[in-house]
């Protein structure tokens, strides 16, 4: 199966996210908490930090893991984690585009994808592994859990960093020798296709690959043929452009009480993280940033920040601002917090 050369020109990085319904959530204890769905009669793990496989019967392994607590993914989260991703990647190269699915019972983890044409920024970061250095310490700095790979097609970045992190792919080439071990089920293809090609004894891509393009439309369908020409870069991809929103709103919602200031500091990291990688992705600078907290009594105490840059790293870190000036006496009952750019 000769691989093509429309995409030969471009290099696509791709950030999946690895446990999207978990970290979504910004838990301070994630270890030892499961993201969970119901459809039906039927509820089953979405994510897990302790490393349970998705799908797995929530009522199973509650019965085996009894010190294990359980909460309700939270698409809106879910969704603000993305656009964060996205706004990463609009610091990186353009265009962005990004695609997200909901779990189901055949994909129950569901997936979700940022990617970004670096080809042309490259020279900024001094090559390809300069961009990837430069996506991997933003991720760091920013807590975000994320594989990260570039290749030449969009299909070929998300199965590389979803299944070989740090993976570069120069060329068609050197994507297509990348990928001749891999196995079948890593690829983006539905159960019953990969169920079909296990049967017929091809376990590898590149038993898949040797296949002519025909044999494998009748054999498991044109829209498999379809996928193979988009990974191997035989016919264009084409996605909508992202577009970041010019004003910032993030909510983070706590399960329980929070007593005192000190338990603020958490969600507030990760909150002007957030807010510093909007800032860059649309070349601009807040003079003022005002956060509500919203009490369950109703008082809400407002704290005025200094202007952020979002030129200069580290500006909107909250570790310099810890709020100590808050009266610890003050119960700090919130329902959402809300982080306001004017």
């Not at 897990?48 to 799908?55: D, I, V």
């Not at 990974?231 to 992202?242: I, K, M, Q, Y």
């Not at 909150?271 to 992705?281: D, I, K, N, S």
Request: glycine share 8%; charged share 20%; aromatic share 4%.
């Amino acid at each position: 199966m000769a691989t093509g050369g429309l995409n030969a020109a471009k290099h696509w990085l791709c950030l999946v996210p690895r446990r999207l319904a978990l970290d979504a959530l910004c838990l301070p204890d994630p270890e030892t908490t499961l993201v969970t769905m119901r459809k039906g009669q039927r509820s089953w793990v979405v994510s897990a930090g302790c490393g349970l496989p998705p799908g797995s019967d929530l009522a199973t392994v509650l019965t085996a893991r009894p010190e294990l607590r359980w909460v309700e993914r939270q698409p809106d989260a879910e969704t603000a984690y993305m656009q964060q991703l996205a706004a990463l990647g609009h610091s990186l190269g353009a265009p962005v585009h990004l695609e997200q699915h909901a779990p189901s019972v055949d994909a129950p983890a569901g997936w979700a994808s940022v990617w970004v044409e670096v080809g042309r920024s490259a020279r900024l970061f001094e090559g390809l592994e300069g961009v990837r250095l430069a996506a991997q310490s933003n991720l760091a700095a920013n807590s975000l859990n994320c594989g990260v790979a570039i290749a030449p097609t969009m299909e070929s970045a998300r199965l590389l960093a979803a299944h070989s992190d740090g993976a570069i792919a120069p060329s068609l080439p050197a994507l297509s020798d990348m990928m001749q071990t891999l196995p079948v089920h890593a690829l983006h293809l539905p159960g019953q296709v990969i169920d079909g090609l296990r049967a017929s004894g091809i376990q590898r891509c590149d038993a898949l690959f040797a296949l002519a393009s025909d044999q494998i439309g009748r054999r498991y369908g044109t829209a498999t043929t379809r996928y193979l020409d988009r990974l191997l870069g035989r016919v264009a991809e084409t996605r909508a452009a992202h577009r970041l929103p010019r004003r910032f709103e993030k909510r983070i919602r706590f399960d329980g009480n929070v007593h005192s200031t000190q338990g603020l500091r958490f969600p507030l990291r990760h909150l002007f993280g957030a807010l510093e990688l909007h800032l860059r992705a649309i070349d601009s600078a807040s003079q003022q940033v005002r956060i509500i907290l919203e009490h369950v009594d109703a008082f809400t105490r407002n704290r005025q920040r200094k202007p952020a840059s979002s030129h200069h790293s580290g500006t909107c870190g909250c570790t310099r601002h810890p709020f100590d000036s808050v009266p610890h006496g003050v119960s700090a009952r919130c329902r959402p917090l809300v982080i306001d750019v004017p």
